[in-house]
Each structure stands twice: as structure tokens, then as C-alpha cells.
């Protein structure tokens, strides 16, 4: 069965880090673009960065940019998000997922609709 568990998420004050991780079962993550969403109250999920197979490209979120960071082991079907200098804007319900195309998208953005397979996701809380 093709699972996805987030973890990493907690409570942090603005100007922490944190880094979640994100564990594959079930499949060979190696043959998937990885990608982190996000959802905050009220709004549509949108997606915080994402990952070439290879680890070498990655697409971020303006808003993200300098300040997180993707990356992935696939020989332990792992990815991970570092996530420095939040801000409360940043306090979501953050997601990890993996799209089977292998193809990271060239426009620079993370595409909701690409992404197949979701986890659970894991909160993230950043307070003044």
C-alpha cells in the first residue's frame, strides 16, 4: 500500500526552524518528483516547493524563497523540508506528496494537480 507519513511539525516561535520529514512505504520514492504543500484556516492548499528525482532542481514558493529548503534521500525513501526564519504567516497543516510523472514542472511552480499521492500532514504553528 502507497503511504506518505509527515513529521516534523510543532509549535515554534517566529524567527525558528523546524524540519519535517516526510517517510515513503509502499513504493520506490526514487521514481517520483516530491513535493511540500501547505493549507492555512481558510485558504486553498498551495504548494511550498518541490523536487527534481535527481534532488538537482527544485521549484520554491516566492514567499518560501531563502528561507526553505527541499531535499531527499532516496535510499532511505525520505524527503525533507527545512524551514528557517519562520514567520506566522507560515502556520499551516503542511503536506508531502509525490507525483508520478518524474517530471518537475519547468514553470517554476508546483502544480496541485500533478501530485498523486498525499500523507496526512503534519501542523506547523509559528507564534509572534
Known amino acids: 500500500q502507497l503511504q506518505l507519513v509527515e513529521s516534523g511539525g510543532g509549535l515554534v516561535q517566529r524567527g525558528g526552524s523546524l524540519r519535517l520529514s516526510c517517510v515513503a512505504s509502499g513504493f520506490d520514492l526514487g521514481f517520483y518528483v516530491v513535493g511540500w504543500f501547505r493549507q492555512a484556516p481558510g485558504k486553498e492548499r498551495e504548494g511550498v516547493s518541490c523536487l527534481s528525482i535527481n534532488g538537482r532542481r527544485a521549484n520554491y514558493l516566492e514567499a518560501v524563497k531563502g528561507r526553505f529548503t527541499v531535499s531527499r534521500d532516496n535510499a532511505l525513501n525520505m524527503v525533507y523540508l527545512q524551514m528557517n526564519d519562520l514567520k506566522p504567516e507560515d502556520t499551516a497543516v503542511y503536506y508531502c506528496?509525490?507525483?508520478?510523472?518524474?517530471?518537475?514542472?519547468?514553470?517554476?511552480?508546483?502544480?496541485?494537480?500533478?501530485?498523486?499521492?498525499w500523507g496526512q500532514g503534519t501542523q506547523v504553528t509559528v507564534f509572534s
Open positions: 506528496a509525490a507525483d508520478g510523472s518524474g517530471y518537475l514542472s519547468e514553470s517554476g511552480t508546483c502544480p496541485e494537480a500533478n501530485f498523486d499521492s
